[in-house]
């Protein structure tokens, strides 16, 4: 399906992507910064490599996706649900997840840099030793990960 027709057109060049069922599509490597996928159903999307800088994904389903490399620097994930999504590798600095379900999401080797994690839910995330967390990080939340 030539990547989604070319992600619609680069979906009418940036923005046009609110609202949009994209679940369990190929998106490996895509450009999609500065992005508007406000309220988008990315669950089980394989966004390996993919660059969301800046992208507005505030209350966006990414359930289950494949984030492994990502380049997330920057982007409003309010809200959002990442629930078991794989953030491995990802950059996630000086992003905002807030109020964002991160449960049982694998943040091994991901940089949370200035990450805003206020009211973030990362119980049964997985970090490792090369895992940037936020100095802003409270003590409920470390204690509610797994460190493998």
Not at 28 to 53: C, V, Y
Not at 73 to 79: C, D, F, H, I
Not at 106 to 135: E, F, M, Q, V
């Amino acid at each position: 399906m030539v990547r989604v027709a070319r992600l619609e057109k680069r979906a009418a060049l940036v923005g046009g992507l609110e609202g949009r069922d994209l679940s369990g599509r190929d998106l490996k490597g895509m450009n999609l910064s500065k992005a508007n996928l406000t309220g988008a159903n990315l669950s089980g999307a394989d966004l390996r490599g993919a660059d969301l800088k800046g992208a507005n994904l505030w209350r966006a389903n990414l359930e289950g996706a494949i984030l492994t490399g990502a380049d997330l620097n920057s982007a409003k994930l309010g809200a959002a649900i990442l629930k078991g999504a794989d953030l491995s590798g990802a950059n996630l600095e000086d992003a905002s997840l807030r109020v964002t379900d991160l449960s049982r999401a694998n943040l091994r080797g991901a940089n949370l840099t200035r990450t805003d994690l206020d009211w973030a839910d990362l119980r049964g995330a997985t970090y490792d030793d090369s895992t940037i967390l936020p100095k802003s990080i409270s003590s409920g939340q470390l204690q509610s990960m797994t460190k493998v």
